[in-house]
């Protein structure tokens, strides 16, 4: 968990850094910066505020579903509901409106899928609370987990 830590801290640094030279740059979704079909919204009229230090600090964190067998299992995520899965195994499966998760140490490229009500957005952030993407549903997408930490389920 610590060496994640590092390497997101390193990450969101260097978002910071590019993003002030003006370079601009895509969320870690595979995506043009635009819905185009893929659901994932990385546009400035997309962007969200940043989470509040309260938000982060009162994240509600659920215990990730183990690796293992289960990790080769696909990404089942039943209707009203966001899921994810990264490489590594973990996954997330969360539903309720308006509560800030922290997501379980999820790292490398993983699925993503919002199986929410058609047009319910969620919205990811990184370490600091930074919004990176949002993802409108119904939409599935593959996404670079490790500097994702925080989703809001709609």
């Not at 509600?60 to 994810?84: Q, R, T």
């Not at 969360?94 to 929410?116: A, D, E, F, I, K």
């Not at 549903?137 to 500097?147: E, K, L, M």
């Amino acid at each position: 968990m610590t060496l994640r830590k590092v390497g997101a801290a390193l990450f969101a640094a260097a978002a910071i850094a590019v993003s002030t030279v003006g370079l601009g740059g895509t969320a870690a979704a595979h995506t043009d910066g635009s819905s185009g079909g893929t659901g994932i919204l990385t546009s400035e009229n997309a962007r969200q505020p940043s989470l509040t230090a309260v938000q982060m600090r009162n994240a509600v964190e659920l215990e990730a579903a183990g690796s293992g067998a289960s990790a080769a299992a696909s990404l089942n995520c039943a209707y009203y509901h966001v899921c994810g899965k990264g490489a590594n195994g973990n996954r997330f499966d969360y539903t309720t409106c308006n509560t800030t998760y922290t997501l379980p140490n999820l790292v490398g490229w993983g699925s993503l899928h919002n199986n929410q009500t058609p047009g319910t957005r969620a919205h990811f952030y990184d370490v600091n609370g930074a919004w990176m993407f949002s993802i409108d549903a119904p939409a599935r997408n593959d996404v670079f987990w490790t500097p994702v930490w925080y989703v809001i389920a709609c």
